[in-house]
C-alpha cells in the first residue's frame, strides 16, 4: 500500500470534529452510535449479513462450517479488551509504553477499531478439530486445524464482498497478519474514508484510557500510519 502519506494527512488536515458531536454517523465510527446490526451469536450490518449468509452457505457446501468469533464490538467492549490487556502486561513487568506496544500487536486502541463499523468479523471452522487459542495464525498454516478454511477464503471470500483486512505481505507494518479477519468492503471502505476525516489524534488524547499518557504525538502518528492505514490496499477505497 502506497497511499499512506495521502491518508495520513487527511487524517491530520481537515478541520477538527467535535468528539462529544451528537452526529450518528461520527459515534458510529467510533464505536459510541446504535447501529441497526442482525445475526445469531454475532452481529452484522444487514448488507454484510446477507452477503456473509451467502458466504457461509457456499462454504457449508464444501465441508466448511464458518463460525463468527468476533463481530461487532463497541467503544465499551473494546475499551474492556484494552484494560484487560494493559493491566496484564504491565503487572508482568512490562513499562507502559512497551505494554502498549504489545496490546497493538493484535488489539487496537478503543475508538479505532474496524469491529465498531459492524462489517468485520473474526472467523474460525467451526468442523475442525481444535483446542485452545484459536485466533493463532500457525492454526491456519501446515497441518493447522484452520487450513482449509484459509485456503477457501482465498479462493472465494472476495466473491461475497469479504476481503482480508491485515495480510502476511512482509513490508506490511501496524498489526500483525490475521489470516481469520475479513471485512465486508461494500461498506467498510466507505466508512474508511469517513474515518479518515476525524481529528483522530485530538479523539486519543481526550479520551483518557488506561496508558493514555503515552500516546505522545509521535506514537499517534505511527499507530494511524501503521495500524489504521496500513491494511489490504483493496480496503483502502
Known amino acids: 500500500m502506497k497511499l499512506l502519506c495521502l491518508g495520513t494527512i487527511a487524517l491530520h488536515s481537515l478541520p477538527s470534529m467535535a468528539f462529544n458531536t ?3 454517523k461520527t459515534l458510529e465510527l467510533l464505536g459510541k452510535g446504535n447501529p441497526t446490526v442482525f445475526g445469531k451469536g454475532f ?36 475499551n474492556r479488551i484494552w484494560e484487560r490487556k494493559y493491566k ?22 478503543p475508538g479505532t477499531s474496524r469491529h465498531h463499523w459492524a462489517t468485520d468479523i473474526d472467523i474460525i471452522d467451526k468442523n475442525a478439530s481444535y483446542s485452545g487459542d484459536v485466533l493463532i495464525p500457525k492454526k491456519f498454516h501446515g497441518d493447522g486445524p484452520f487450513c482449509k478454511l484459509r ?46 476525516k476525524l481529528d483522530v489524534k485530538k479523539m486519543l488524547q481526550a479520551e483518557k484510557l488506561l496508558g493514555s499518557e503515552h500516546f505522545d504525538e ?4 505511527s499507530y494511524i500510519k501503521e495500524n489504521i492505514l496500513d491494511i489490504n490496499p483493496q480496503l483502502l477505497g
Open 43 to 78: 452481529s452484522l450490518r444487514k448488507e454484510a449479513y446477507d452477503a456473509f449468509i451467502q458466504m457461509r452457505a457456499a462454504a457449508e457446501k464444501d465441508g466448511i462450517s464458518i463460525h463468527v468469533v468476533s463481530s461487532y464490538r463497541n467503544y465499551a467492549h473494546q
Open 218 to 221: 509521535d506514537f499517534i502518528n
Open 22 to 24: 451528537q452526529d450518528s
Open 151 to 196: 485456503e477457501w477464503l482465498e479462493n472465494n471470500a472476495n466473491s461475497f464482498g469479504f476481503y482480508i483486512v491485515y495480510t502476511d505481505r512482509s513490508d506490511r507494518k501496524g498489526f500483525k497478519y490475521e489470516p481469520w479477519h475479513y471485512s465486508y468492503a461494500p461498506i467498510s471502505k466507505p466508512m474508511l474514508q469517513a474515518y479518515k
Open 88 to 109: 496484564r502486561f504491565t503487572k508482568q513487568g512490562l513499562a507502559p509504553l512497551n505494554a502498549i506496544k504489545k496490546i497493538i500487536e493484535y488489539s487496537t486502541i
